[in-house]
């Protein structure tokens, strides 16, 4: 079978090249022309782990192919999979302007029955207006070809994209027609023989499922976040409190971790756009604008903690940050709490030196020269009067405290992602700050 993925970033890219590994023919199709030339090359645009061996071994098998030219992808292809970004509009809805231009793509080119496929992450009621757009061209061009919509969300984690798709928890699609569920199964077929679930629904719940599902591992962020600062409050210890939880069966203990806020291309611009389906739909949505709310502040929490220290103001000072993507794994910096500190911290004057394994060149893209890119941790912390933890890289969890000693102005660590051990740091003689940790 043969299909088509228009959208080649994180999700078009690591969709096409699983499903290529499943035996499928996989047409890649992107309209960022260096993009495609850089993957007809077998250069990977972005950093995922282990992405870049399976793109080159499924190319090299011929079932992989990268094009800008979506006419040629569309031939034969049973399905196309819309996998293009949905960013925020200025109002917090998502922007369906690129979902949409493939759409009437599609309706422009295609010439046999398929099912086209939202894979990006859109509101209810967008397979109905891709409906419209592909059916509108076909109009116009006076055809009448068989086509069925599908929503078919993609729950993959960058950093981990690849085991996610090939071994999800499950697998939602929603049609509204037999003949869409039947090609959907035959597609997915190689994780149903490996007894993942699919779970086929009506096109509006598989829609909001995808909100659903980040706009609650949203909050249990935000809400430990919230239960953080109580911890600081009355002397006690979230790292606990998360274990003692954790470890209840009905609560879990993934996602609960407290830090210096969610970002990336997902939770942020997805928390928004429920927040404007539910006002849209005249019922606000107060449990999850207040997870933005508390998201919002969180990210500002280190850059809080250290004007507490430096109360004389930390004009001059050297501050070094450990890690720039927003979670560890990736380049990626959407939404990245280090943005935000990055900002503070120039705005009051400091610094600010940072280090990151493979943000670096992402982030001089997006804020250039304002800070110091440095070769390694020790180099970033070269006398600094703080060290803030931001991304807990595996590098960062075990640093050598006797080089850091030796090197920093002050002896300050602002941990961001508790990994560090407060009073192991006290007996060496740094001051430690963590996100509700007292003891
Ligand atoms: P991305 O920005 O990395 O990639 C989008 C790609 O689409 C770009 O390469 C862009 O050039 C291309 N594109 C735009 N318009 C096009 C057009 N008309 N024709 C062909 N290509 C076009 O985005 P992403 O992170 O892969 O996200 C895509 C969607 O998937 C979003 O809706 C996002 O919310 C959702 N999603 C993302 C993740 C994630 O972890 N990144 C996880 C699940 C779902």
């Not at 599902?213 to 210890?237: D, H, P, W, Y």
């Not at 927040?275 to 998201?295: A, H």
């Not at 000693?405 to 192991?424: A, H, L, S, T």
Request: neutral net charge; aromatic residues 8%; proline residues 4%.
């Amino acid at each position: 079978m043969k299909i088509s993925v228009v959208g080649t970033g994180y999700v078009g890219l690591v969709t096409g090249t699983c499903f290529a590994e499943t035996g499928l023919t996989v047409n890649c199709v992107d309209i960022d022309e260096k993009k495609i030339a850089m993957l007809n090359k077998g250069i990977v645009p972005i950093y995922e782990p282990g992405l870049d061996r399976l793109i080159s071994k499924n190319k090299d098998s011929k079932r992989l192919f990268f094009t800008t030219k979506i006419q040629e992808s569309l031939e034969g292809a049973s399905a196309v999979f819309i996998s293009v970004g949905t960013p925020p509009d200025e109002d917090g809805s998502a922007d369906l302007q690129y979902v949409l231009a493939v759409a009437s793509d599609i309706g422009k080119y295609m010439n046999n029955y398929m099912v086209v496929v939202t894979k990006s992450t859109v509101p209810v009621g967008t397979a109905e207006k891709v409906r419209k757009a592909v059916q509108k061209e076909l109009d116009a061009r006076g055809v009448n070809i068989e086509f069925d919509v599908a929503s078919n969300p993609e729950f993959l984690k960058e950093g981990d994209a690849i085991n996610d798709f090939m071994k999800p928890d499950r697998i939602v699609i929603g049609v509204d027609s037999q003949k869409a569920e039947d090609t959907m199964k035959k597609l997915y077929k190689p994780f149903l023989l490996n007894n993942h679930p699919i779970l086929f629904m009506d096109i509006p719940s598989a829609e909001l499922t995808k909100y659903t599902a980040n706009a609650m591992l949203a909050t249990r962020i935000s809400f430990m976040n919230e239960i953080a600062q109580l911890c600081e409050k009355v002397g006690a210890n979230v790292n606990n409190v998360r274990r003692g939880i954790g470890s209840d069966q009905r609560i879990g203990s993934k996602f609960l971790y407290s830090g210096t806020g969610y970002g990336g291309s997902c939770f942020p611009k997805d928390v928004k756009a429920l927040i404007k389906t539910g006002k849209e739909n005249g019922l606000p949505m107060k449990i999850i604008s207040s997870v933005e709310d508390v998201n919002d502040e969180q990210k500002s929490i280190l850059f809080k903690k250290l004007i507490n220290h430096y109360k004389e103001g930390i004009e001059g000072k050297t501050i070094t940050l450990w890690g720039l993507s927003f979670k560890p794994n990736t380049d990626d910096m959407r939404e990245a709490p280090a943005l935000v500190l990055i900002d503070k911290l120039t705005n009051a004057g400091a610094k600010v030196k940072v280090f990151d394994p493979v943000a670096m060149d992402e982030c001089k893209r997006r804020i250039g020269d304002i800070v110091e890119y440095s070769n390694d941790p020790y180099d970033a912390a070269n006398e600094a009067d703080a060290l803030l933890l931001v991304t807990e890289w595996n590098e960062f969890r075990m640093p050598n405290f006797e080089i850091l000693k030796k090197i920093m102005n002050n002896r300050v660590i602002f941990d961001g992602r508790n990994i560090y051990d407060k009073q192991e740091l006290e007996s060496k003689d740094f001051i430690y700050y963590g996100i509700g940790v007292t003891k």
